[in-house]
């Protein structure tokens, strides 16, 4: 089933993008923006709480404009945000919550639309092997989630410990940081999952279930349960 390749593939690289600035967002507030780990979980909830809102939204424009296009529209976005964070500098505190909320605008899209393509996927599949097997397309997306989230962590391990970052003692104040580490760590949150997104973009531009191929599916099925009663 090809496009359920593509699927796997946008999916795996918008998931490693989230999970990357997930990991990497507390070293990035508390270590280069300077600010009390007290912070970290309120610029977490602009991200996931914008991301909550505009799931609702984007599923509404999904059915005007496309699945693909609200995921290069959602990406956009994204994009600007990561830059910004990026090129962000301590004492941007408003500025910080400002790119979390573009961010979280973005985010919604990794949610949404790789999920939203697999009955798509399903419908092809049936039509082309005459059985429904949701089952194995969704108990697969599953594991790509959680290879996404062990992926995402091991590399944003492995960047602070090549860079140098200095752990924290647990009862000791928060230790000053070489710049190699904090230059690790604004890449982390920036070009990096900027990278991945890329990837998840090319491959969606060459998803070949169109919103008129799936109705022509759809169609076909129909015909065929027609003929079949």
């Given amino acids: 089933n090809r496009p359920f390749l593509y699927v796997i593939g946008i999916y795996l690289f918008s998931w490693l993008g989230v999970q990357l600035t997930a990991s990497i967002l507390p070293f990035f507030v508390v270590n280069w923006m300077g ?6 979980p309120l610029v977490a909830i602009a991200v ?4 909550l809102v505009m799931l609702f939204i984007w599923t509404a424009v999904s059915k005007k404009v496309g699945k693909k296009a609200v995921y290069f529209m959602g990406v956009a976005f994204w994009f600007i945000a990561q830059a910004g ?20 605008i973005g985010v919604s899209t990794a949610y949404l639309v790789p999920w939203s393509l697999i009955p798509d996927v399903i419908d092809l599949d049936e039509l082309n092997t005459g059985e429904r097997r949701e089952g194995v397309f969704y108990s697969f997306m599953v594991f790509l989630q959680k290879m996404g989230l062990a992926i995402g962590l091991f590399l944003v391990g492995l960047a602070l410990e090549f860079a140098g970052f200095i752990e924290r ?7 000053v940081q070489p710049e190699s580490a904090l230059l690790a760590i604004r890449i982390a949150i920036g070009p990096l999952p900027t990278c ?7 491959l969606a531009s060459f998803y070949p279930i169109t919103k008129s191929a799936h109705e022509e599916i759809l169609l076909k099925l129909k015909e065929r349960k027609t003929i079949n009663n």
């Fill in 48 to 51: 996931q709480g914008t991301a």
């Fill in 85 to 104: 964070l990026f090129l962000l500098q301590p004492g941007q505190v408003k500025l910080m919550y400002f790119l979390a909320v573009l961010a979280g």
């Fill in 169 to 175: 003692v647990p009862g000791e104040p928060i230790p």
């Fill in 35 to 40: 600010l009390s780990e007290e912070t970290f």
């Fill in 196 to 202: 991945f997104l890329v990837g998840g973009l090319i």
